[in-house]
């Protein structure tokens, strides 16, 4: 069972465009939804996350879009540049499940921006 | 402050032979979880380790085992390897603030195991 449901699962966008990466979940439980940027060799790094209690979180060219109702969120990033060109996962835990805490993961997105 | 650090980055083994990792969590945080990534199943959680027991363990043969030492350090032990246990193996600490776990985990680089 995919609890973590990600869209598209690659996405190219032209330099200053707009990249838009949807995620939907099927647990409720789920309280904290982190965004993680992914480059070939690396580890995952946390790029954004936001709880439940808000319907939008911005950090630089990076917005999450949160609806609670519709169990969807979504990673805008705004005025794309060649160097965002990664993976990017969203992932969801539930972190008041203590011992059973762990991070479901999205299958991930390829974007690539062209110059 | 150093990163989650992960060892050996790359390994080549055979099929039927054991295989063991090591983490190095950041300093200071005292839960270490290993995830598998492969390009069919992307990321999976394994287990996670806090003060040296298991916490919580995914849906992964027992051929799959972890342990934590006291200073936080943590391997993971894959016995009789298989060809589709070609993968990242990933390691990500996290920091407890008053007994609290902080949901943010952060990722080593990762350790590429190729099975032949």
Known sequence: ?115 | KAGVTQTPRYLIKTRGQQVTLSCSPISGHRSVSWYQQTPGQGLQFLFEYFSETQRNKGNFPGRFSGRQFSNSRSEMNVSTLELGDSALYLCASSLHHRGVRQETQYFGPGTRLLVL
């Open chain 1, 1 to 115: 069972q995919q609890q973590v449901k990600q869209s598209p699962q690659s996405l190219i966008v032209q330099k200053g465009g707009i990249s838009i990466i949807n995620c939907a979940y099927e647990n409720t439980a789920f309280d904290y939804f982190p965004w993680y940027q992914q480059f070939p060799g690396k580890g995952p790094a946390l790029l954004i996350a936001i709880r439940p209690d808000v319907s939008e979180k911005k950090e630089g060219r990076f917005t999450i879009s949160f609806n609670k109702s519709a169990k969807q969120f979504s990673l805008h990033i705004m005025d794309s540049q060649p160097g965002d060109s990664a993976t990017y996962f969203c992932a969801a835990s539930n972190v008041g499940s203590g011992s059973n805490y762990k991070l479901t993961f999205g299958k991930g997105t390829l974007l690539t921006v062209n110059p």
